[in-house]
């Protein structure tokens, strides 16, 4: 695999992909005009922010030493030499650039107030791990994930379709947020023993193993309660056919719980995006079964 490929961290993607999906079809009752172009340009938008906050985090974690030989998992490429710092510091600013445009492009089709969103993703992105007060080593990773890569990736992609916002996509950004945050939990379980060592005090660090465990547990289990105040505002029983997914979810649980070293936890995260990504699938379904999602393309 290609360095530059390895380094976007290719299992991470369907966490943007979901929630644009989502976004787009949840927009509002119908009568509503899909507009392509800006779900392009959405879809753009998250996935450009993940490969770029995946990039910065393995730059800035690379040249503070947090990575190290001991760290299990898939490896980083600079901390093992087949980056360059200042290459991967060049790619996260290509990425940002790429993230840049295509949200001015939507801006300018949507509305200038969405610049703002745009400028406070980037901030999170470089604060992840980067700057003097990293906030992913503070506790707060889960919190920007759930916050950008569920409610502002899901309702900001069906704000730019018909440049409203409406309680049905707000309520199925939760799920997406919900998944969002157990790929990351999976992520820092996995290196509590090395993030221990060199001081990066996730909020996995701070819970422990066994905590941590359950964590996963409540946010898998919460994404599939989630699906019911979703079909509650849709007005339609199709909308709990995300629930069919649940057995995917329950797997990655198990192998969570069942996970009694770090190696083991690695086939999870591909787990628990294959939960979120069918969870998003049949959702995008139901709604477009039930006519909530745009499914006419706009003159």
Known sequence: ????????????????????????????????????????????????????????????????????????????????????????????????????????????????????????????????????????????????????????????????????????????????GLFAVALLVVNNLRDIPTDRLVGKVTLAVTLGPARTRVLFATLVAGAYLAAVPVAVAGGSAWLLAPIVSAPAGLGAVAAVRGATEPAALIPVLQRTALAQGLYAALLVAALLVTGLGGVEAAR
């Open 1 to 176: 695999m290609h360095p530059y490929l390895e380094a976007a961290r290719p299992r991470t993607l369907p966490a943007a992909v979901a929630p644009v999906a989502v976004g787009t079809l949840a927009a509002a009752a119908p009568p509503v005009q899909l507009r392509p172009e800006r779900a392009v340009l959405a879809l753009v938008v998250a996935l450009a922010l993940q490969v770029a906050v995946n990039y910065a985090n393995d730059y800035f974690d690379g040249v503070k030493g947090v990575d190290t030989e001991q760290r299990t998992g898939p490896r980083r490429a600079v901390a093992s030499g087949l980056i360059a710092p200042k290459a991967m510091l060049r790619a996260t600013v290509v990425a940002l650039g790429v993230a840049g445009l295509a949200g001015l492009a939507l801006a300018a089709l949507a509305g200038w107030e969405l610049l703002l969103i745009g400028v406070l993703a980037i901030v999170a992105t470089l604060g992840y791990s980067g700057g003097p007060k990293p906030y992913a080593s503070a506790g707060l990773g889960e919190v920007m994930v759930f916050v950008f890569f569920g409610l502002v990736a899901t309702t900001g992609s069906a704000y730019v379709q018909d440049e409203r916002l409406t309680l049905l996509p707000v309520l199925a950004s939760v799920p997406m």
